[in-house]
């Protein structure tokens, strides 16, 4: 089992950039699947990026390709969301996730077994 603490959420201006972290308990890091997904005020939550456990393959949804960037730290059991040129349409919850069964990347929440409490991230205009 893992347990996942997200960090790094905020107040921001339209254009600036966010570091999300999330610190993941458990000896077997490496071996999990990572995402992110977020949800919105009103929305259902929905898929931003995932990692696959060597680094080597990542996935991001079309609304954030090119802007934000995932990646892992497995010796510090730690993913980072890097968020740049942020909108207020990215205003959301992010949440963390992690699952061991998925082999590689994973764009679906239905795969992970494991989540964060979520971090606020707001975007002013």
């Known amino acids: 089992q893992v347990q996942l603490v997200e960090s790094g959420g905020g107040l921001v201006q339209a254009g600036g950039s966010l570091r999300l972290s999330c610190a993941a308990s458990?000896?077997?890091?490496?071996?999990?699947?990572m995402g992110w997904f977020r949800q919105a005020p009103g929305k259902e939550r929905e898929f931003v990026a995932s990692i696959s456990w060597t680094g080597g393959s990542t996935s991001y949804a079309d609304s954030v390709k090119g802007r934000f960037t995932l990646s892992r730290d497995n010796a510090k059991n730690t993913v980072f969301l890097q968020m740049n040129t942020l909108k207020p349409e990215d205003t959301a919850v992010y949440y963390c996730?992690?699952?061991?069964?998925?082999?590689?990347?994973?764009?679906?929440?239905?795969?992970?077994?494991?989540w964060g409490q979520g971090t606020q991230v707001t975007v002013s205009s």
């Open positions: 458990g000896a077997t890091f490496w071996r999990y699947t």
């Open positions: 996730a992690a699952d061991y069964r998925l082999g590689s990347t994973w764009d679906y929440q239905d795969g992970y077994a494991y």
